[in-house]
């Protein structure tokens, strides 16, 4: 198994998960982090440290997030490592309240 | 031109908080050196002695730890116990700053008569018995019996279900320690109980645990059904997918097979009052939520039920939370900081989270230590006289390439054997197959 990070992360990217990752198997790009499956321990610190709920076991996504699975192994070869946090994105506080959170 | 003077950082403890703070030191770009204090020859603390040997992915992350040993300014002083071979004090006359990384080894007790009885043990003992701790190698665990019981609902209790419940070809090829392996192959335990005082939405344990229990080839686990209603399986945040999919667990092994010769028995709502037993365990009572009475039959208990950091002469300790007495990774007593005094990890703020959780905490520890750092004045002492000085006193200094040997020489141990590695238990075992 491997910890995905899906589609809340897009427009917040608070990258709280990179600083509890114990191996730096995060990835990022403009938009959002990646898991990189090849790395990933399973220790599962990241799931409760996203502030939006974005990353979940690969077992436990619905049907209809999948393919995210697949979206961070492939974006994980194409995009650097982030090793420290950043700031989160632009109005990531705002769509955070918008996603409920 | 000469670069701002140097600083000096040792840390206490070799675990993932302990390395942790040391890549944040040495990642910061600041001109220091870190120097890692270890008791044992070998390192990585709870990853090598806490994590269960069928957990092999989570102890992969050993390699980040052997990538920060890589760093320049790095060093391992490993065999070498703080507050014994050297005081606290010694170590703040010489270095500018020090961080204590020290864990919660201690477990907590029950509190309860009877506790003392032979078959009452710790998970504690008993997990770093299986682990080939030195310390714990030497224990003696009694498993001629039906039945054991777990106290508590952590993840600690589900490690110690889980070997109970594994047969010895579950683990034969797992990093568990020789001795360990040998008595439970003979275990006769075929009922494991893991009680706790809250319900199914109360345990602390996590969803990921919980699903080993799916995955085992012996044993049957179940939920009795005394204990619960329908409702303790309906989640109060039904947005929170961890706390779903642990009820959701849950609530299928409430509904058992019982197929195969070992069971996992889950209770909820018993807080255990008394072990009982004349010259050993034989049961143990507990009152349940209803305020009912339950004596429970069983030859082992394994309480699990939190643990503390042991006190270091030295540093002001908060018996109230159990770790070395801080504010925010700063030593202090009461408001007042102690300077040059830090610590972090679970010896900072408690037994919980995850390896990863040590990262961050390890990363604000190091940020308190180099924002004070300016202001330090000059040491008395220096670390290499300090370090010559300490020469005299212990068997051995042992370095990260020592580590490596003996690292190398368990694994090739662990090959014959179809294992990762067969963990050298002893230290003078150690410390030969350094020089073999």
């Known amino acids: 198994m491997t910890y995905v990070v899906t589609d809340n992360c897009r427009g917040c990217r608070y990258t709280e998960c990179v600083t509890v990752c114990p191996v730096e198997c995060f990835h990022v790009d403009d938009t959002m982090t990646y898991i990189d499956p090849e790395n990933c321990i399973d220790c599962g610190g990241c799931a409760p440290a996203c502030p939006v709920g974005a990353i979940e076991p690969d077992y436990r996504l619905a049907a209809d997030k999948k393919f995210w699975i697949d979206v961070n192994r492939k974006r994980a070869t194409e995009t650097p490592v982030i090793s420290a946090r950043l700031p989160p994105l632009p109005g990531a506080d705002e769509r955070k309240v918008a996603l409920g959170r | ?436």
């Open chain 2, 1 to 436: 031109m000469t670069g701002p003077a140097q600083h000096h950082v040792a840390v206490i403890g070799s675990g993932p908080s302990g390395f942790y703070t040391a890549e944040a030191l040495l990642r910061s770009g600041a001109p220091l050196t870190v120097d890692m204090f270890e008791r044992l020859p070998v390192p990585y603390g709870l990853v090598r002695f806490g994590v269960a040997p069928d957990h092999p992915k989570l102890k992969q992350v050993a390699t980040a730890f052997d990538r920060i040993a890589a760093m320049p300014g790095f060093r391992f002083i490993g065999g070498v116990t703080v507050g014994d071979d050297l005081t606290v004090d010694e170590l703040r006359n010489a270095y500018d700053a020090v961080v204590l990384a020290t864990g919660a080894e201690l477990s907590r007790p029950l509190g309860i008569p009877g506790e003392a009885l032979p078959g009452s043990h710790t998970a504690g003992d008993f997990v770093a018995w299986y682990n080939g701790h030195p310390a714990f190698a030497d224990l003696r665990f009694d498993l001629d019996h039906e039945a054991a019981i777990v106290i508590g609902h952590g993840n600690v209790a589900l490690d110690v279900a889980r070997i109970l419940a594994k047969t010895a070809d579950e683990l034969r090829q797992t990093d568990i320690a020789r001795h360990a392996l040998e008595i439970l192959a003979e275990s006769r335990i075929r009922r494991i109980y893991v009680v706790g005082r809250g319900g199914p939405a109360q345990a602390k344990f996590t969803a990921k645990e919980l699903r080993d229990f799916l995955e085992l080839g012996e044993a049957d686990t179940s939920v009795d059904g005394r204990d619960v209603t329908p409702d303790d399986f309906e989640p109060q945040r039904p947005d929170d997918p961890e706390l779903v999919e642990k009820l959701s667990l849950l609530r299928a092994f409430s509904q058992p097979a019982t197929t195969k010769p070992r069971r996992c028995v889950f209770r909820f709502g018993l807080s255990p009052v008394a072990i009982k037993g004349r010259g050993r365990v034989e049961t143990i009572s507990f009152r349940h939520r209803s305020e009912t009475a339950e004596d429970i039959a069983c030859g082992l208990v394994f309480s699990s039920v939190g643990r503390k950091t042991a006190p270091v002469a030295g540093v002001p300790y908060d018996a109230h939370r159990g770790v070395h007495a801080n504010v925010d990774g700063r030593v202090a007593i009461g408001r007042t900081v102690i300077d040059g005094l830090y610590v972090c990890g679970w010896s900072k703020r408690g037994p919980n989270g995850t390896i990863g959780t040590n990262r961050g905490c390890g990363i604000a520890t190091a940020e308190a230590v180099l924002a004070d750092l300016a202001d330090r004045r000059p040491r008395p002492d220096t670390p290499d006289a300090l370090l010559a000085r300490l020469a005299g006193r212990v068997t051995r200094i042992v370095s990260y390439p020592d580590w490596t040997a003996i690292d190398a020489a368990e694994k090739r141990r662990g090959a014959l054997l179809g294992k990762p590695r067969e963990k050298f238990v002893t230290i003078p075992d150690m410390l030969a197959a350094m020089d073999a």
